[in-house]
């Protein structure tokens, strides 16, 4: 058995009471969707027998269906599988790294107040009223 499984299963710590209840409710669940396609099954019985032909062509029409939704699955996993191969993905442009001459000329500070800034553990930063970085303490 896996360490880390997809599916939890931890029904064994349940009490049997809880677990009786579970499985009878998915039993009772079960049976209900069957009824619900009781219907279906006595008209599809009932043509079938005065019809044969009606319900040839609805099988044939259901596997037409099938047929081209499996035909549709994998063409879209080999447009996937082209796309994924032979289209380019758009990379990520690494910018080289900043020197603090290059943030002292961005920001109009001298390169020993960027230097003192990045020594101290709280550094104050003052702007002006514009949003310009005047001063770092």
Request: net charge positive.
């Amino acid at each position: 058995m896996k360490s880390n499984p997809l599916i939890i299963d931890l029904r064994h710590y349940l009490p049997w009471h809880k677990r009786y209840a579970s499985n009878t409710s998915t039993a009772m669940l079960w049976v209900v969707w069957l009824l619900l396609w009781r219907p279906l099954l006595i008209v599809l019985g009932i043509v079938s027998l005065q019809k044969q032909h009606v319900v040839h062509q609805l099988f044939s029409a259901f596997g037409m269906g099938i047929e081209h939704g499996i035909s549709a699955l994998l063409a879209c996993a080999v447009a996937l599988l082209l796309w994924s191969n032979f289209v380019p993905a758009k990379t990520i442009k690494h910018s080289a790294a900043k020197s603090l001459s290059d943030y002292g000329q961005h920001f109009e500070l001298p390169v020993q107040d960027i230097e003192q800034g990045r020594q101290q553990k709280i550094s104050v930063v003052h702007y002006d009223d514009h949003g310009k970085m005047i001063r770092i303490e």
